[in-house]
DNA sequence: ACTTACCGTAAGTCATGGCTTACGCAAGAG
DNA sequence: CTCTTGCGTAAGCCATGACTTACGGTAAGT
């Protein structure tokens, strides 16, 4: 989660989303140097969000679909509280003029 | 999205998972002192994540639907690109000995 | 009206980490 | 074998931001 913080990180990922490619491929377009978009790649992969494979001598990244289902499913465990607080919320505000049963 | 970056930050919206709260009731529990707690609900509230009430001298936080919402089809945006290139991937490696079509 | 409690804001310090330049290494081409 | 190309790693500088202490304002209770 705290991998997709940073802006350019996020643009890296991005750049992934259609499909696999080489470092150089994805530095070139970006405001940054080769090196760094190595660093995000690397951040990126002990996160479990990317994998590599060794393609000669370039090295190709695409999107690893588990650790993208393990950040999807981690947010959606809240989706479903966060719905349940705020339906109870509208039904409270229903009885706005009354109110006064008990609180805390 | 960066706003939930930093652990401490979601442990915070985890507080709210299961409802509404004041910034004290927050904080207790937490290794860190209210000020901070306020901060980050600050952050929060500015990515759309969180929205807050005014409850008499109280500041009641809870989870914004909205945000979570955006944030989540930001993720599945990704989701399915992902999955498309991860099928291709997989294609491709069937055919392994061969693969070599053409590249770049 | 005064006191108390709670919350938000400001200032200052310190740690985290992102970016660049420089270097070393591996792989393919001539 | 040598030259070239592409990638990763290390060191150093700098910006971002997280945390604490201190202060001011507002609402409730006596």
């Known amino acids: 989660m705290s991998a997709l913080a940073d802006p350019t990180r996020r ?5 992934l989303k259609d499909g696999p490619h080489a470092v150089a491929e994805i530095a070139r ?3 940054v140097s ?7 790649l690397k951040v ?9 494979r060794p393609e000669g001598t370039r ?8 650790g ?5 499913k ?8 966060a719905l349940a607080a705020f339906q109870a919320e509208a039904e409270r505000s229903a009885k706005d003029t009354q109110g006064r049963t008990d609180e805390r």
């Open 68 to 72: 993208l289902g393990a950040l999807r």
């Open 34 to 40: 080769r090196p760094a978009v190595s660093q995000h």
């Open 44 to 52: 990126l992969k002990e996160a479990g969000l990317v994998a590599d």
């Open 74 to 81: 981690w947010l959606d465990q809240f989706w479903d509280d």
């Open 29 to 31: 377009g970006l405001p």
């Open 11 to 15: 643009r890296v990922f991005e750049r």
């Open 59 to 66: 090295r190709v990244y695409y999107i690893d679909p588990q």
